[in-house]
């Protein structure tokens, strides 16, 4: 199983971005995708998740959204009025339903996003 994370970059406050998260290796749609974020010198923390109902899990409302294609095996996290707390480095995660580290079995690598202020 492969998850493949990408989007990040360097971006203003205000500004947005879309992270994608390819997945190969694995049955796609009958999995849970999560996003989870560590911010610098901070515990990895769970951001949002999508199950193969469309259920989701957000915990940034209202700027934050999950969505996934199962045609396509990929599960994006639009990211809208970034701010400078939402620096991070992104992960993409493929388990069970829920927002805790333990529900998911694979992690992708992880995409950068800065936000100036």
């Known amino acids: 199983v492969q998850l493949q994370a990408s989007g990040g970059g360097l971006v203003q406050a205000g500004d947005s971005l879309r992270l994608s998260c390819a997945a190969s290796?694995?049955?796609?749609?009958?999995?849970?995708m999560g996003w989870f974020r560590q911010a610098p010198g901070k515990e990895r923390e769970f951001v949002a998740a999508?199950?193969?109902?469309?259920d989701r899990l957000l915990s940034v409302k209202g700027r934050f959204t999950i969505s996934r294609d199962n045609a396509k095996d990929t599960v994006y996290l639009q990211l809208d009025n970034l701010k400078p707390e939402d620096t991070a480095v992104y992960y993409c995660?493929?388990?069970?339903?829920?927002?805790?580290?333990?529900?998911?079995?694979?992690w992708g690598q992880g995409t950068l996003v800065t936000v100036s202020s």
């Open positions: 995660a493929m388990g069970r339903y829920g927002s805790s580290q333990g529900e998911y079995e694979y």
């Open positions: 290796g694995v049955t796609f749609y009958s999995y849970t």
């Open positions: 999508i199950n193969r109902s469309g």
